[in-house]
T-cell receptor, first 114, second 117 residues
Framework: AQKVTQAQTEISVVEKEDVTLDCVYE???????LFWYKQPPSGELVFLIR????DEQNEISGRYSWNFQKSTSSFNFTITASQVVDSAVYFC???????????WGAGTKLIIKP | DAMVIQNPRYQVTQFGKPVTLSCSQT?????MYWYQQKSSQAPKLLFH???????NEADTPDNFQSRRPNTSFCFLDIRSPGLGDAAMYLC????????????????FGPGTRLTVT
């Protein structure tokens, strides 16, 4: 069965600190895709990244970076020099190839204090 | 800007009184989704459409129905809302993954928060 675990329910850090959000997944498929979405207090979910199971290169986008490790079935998300605007709930999700449905993690609420 | 629009943003209905939530998109995406999201939980998929081809999740209650009259619009009907149906309802769209077998990212609307009194 497919499953996504985000063990951190809530994280609180002070602005400018680095913070890592953990995501661990389970799947029997050899081809799968991992996603991160951000849900700010306004409620609208925003896509951040998609990664396929054959691409283990880490990705960096500005202050955001993602570490994909198949050996540990993890796809962790790091925010460097956090800002108050990063405060949101972050969801990790999993999808099989050719499937549009997502298996969602429970989400991690990130609070950035000024 | 291309987007997903949901109306109304807030809806109050009475217990048992039918309610319809609407969603429209200007992205021309083939796939549309309806999610239910309760407080501090992940979104839960209710239905999705490939064009007009309707797909119901196995655990979606019969109380929930949906219509997609054209590519741009999709509706969620709750026939007899109960207190447990109070939630945020999210509409999303994406391109169709079936040809390339790569799931595309989903674009979400701002949601409709439903209150049942």
């Amino acid at each position: 069965a497919q499953k996504v675990t985000q063990a951190q329910t809530e994280i609180s850090v002070v602005e400018k600190e680095d913070v890592t959000l953990d995501c661990v997944y389970e799947t029997r498929d050899t081809t799968y895709y991992l996603f991160w979405y951000k849900q700010p207090p306004s409620g609208e979910l925003v896509f951040l990244i998609r990664r396929n199971s054959f691409d283990e290169q880490n990705e960096i986008s500005g202050r955001y970076s993602w570490n994909f490790q198949k050996s540990t079935s993890s796809f962790n998300f790091t925010i460097t020099a956090s800002q108050v605007v990063d405060s949101a709930v972050y969801f990790c999700a999993l999808s099989e190839a050719s499937q549009d449905q997502l298996i969602w993690g429970a989400g991690t609420k990130l609070i950035i204090k000024p | 800007d291309a987007m997903v629009i949901q109306n109304p943003r807030y809806q109050v209905t009475q217990f048992g009184k039918p309610v319809t939530l609407s969603c429209s998109q200007t992205l021309n995406h083939n796939v549309m989704y309806w999610y239910q999201q309760k407080s501090s939980q992940a979104p839960k998929l209710l239905f999705h459409y490939y064009d007009k081809d309707f797909n119901n999740e196995a655990d979606t209650p019969d109380n929930f129905q949906s219509r997609r009259p054209n590519t741009s619009f999709c509706f969620l009907d709750i026939r007899s809302p109960g207190l447990g149906d109070a939630a945020m309802y999210l509409c999303a769209t994406s391109r169709d993954s079936r040809v390339v077998e790569i799931p595309y990212e989903q674009y979400f609307g701002p949601g409709t928060r439903l209150t049942v009194t």
